[in-house]
């Protein structure tokens, strides 16, 4: 694959890289570009995506669906060629949503207004409060929680 130089403005505040098939999605503050082997191509409010101010991102293998955390309208379920926002549904998905991790067998830990929420089999249940969450990895069985600290 030829070099991909992405950049929409002078600084496009990546946020976020996951692999989907053949691909790559990108997450920024600006948007989220798709890179495949033969284009690119972004995709942003201006293109009726719900918001640009994007976060972490995870492709479920399983349900065959990006799910994206978001600054301003909460975690986005985006299937091809349809995108499903958890904001109108659930009062607890109204807020910013930055870093993603998923388990199978536990669910999908989500950063949101600096505490850890766990969603497994539709109830979501706040796991760890703090006034300075920044992000979350998973490492084998373990979950890290990252903060300015």
Known sequence: MDEV?????????????ESVNDMLVVTSRKGMYIVSPS??????EEDVFPTNLL???????????????????GLLKLIPKRC?????????????YGALVYDRERGLYINGNSQVNHFFQGRIQKIQPGPSITGLSQFGDTLAVRDWE
Do not use: M
Not at 5 to 17: A, C, M, N, R, V
């Open 39 to 44: 284009t690119t191509a972004f995709y942003s």
């Open 5 to 17: 130089k992405i950049s929409q403005g002078e600084d496009p505040f990546l946020t976020d890289i």
């Open 55 to 73: 976060g972490g991102a995870f492709y479920d293998h399983f349900e065959g669906c990006l799910f994206v955390g978001t600054a301003t309208r």
């Open 84 to 96: 499903h926002s958890f904001y109108e549904n659930r009062p607890e998905f109204q807020r910013s």
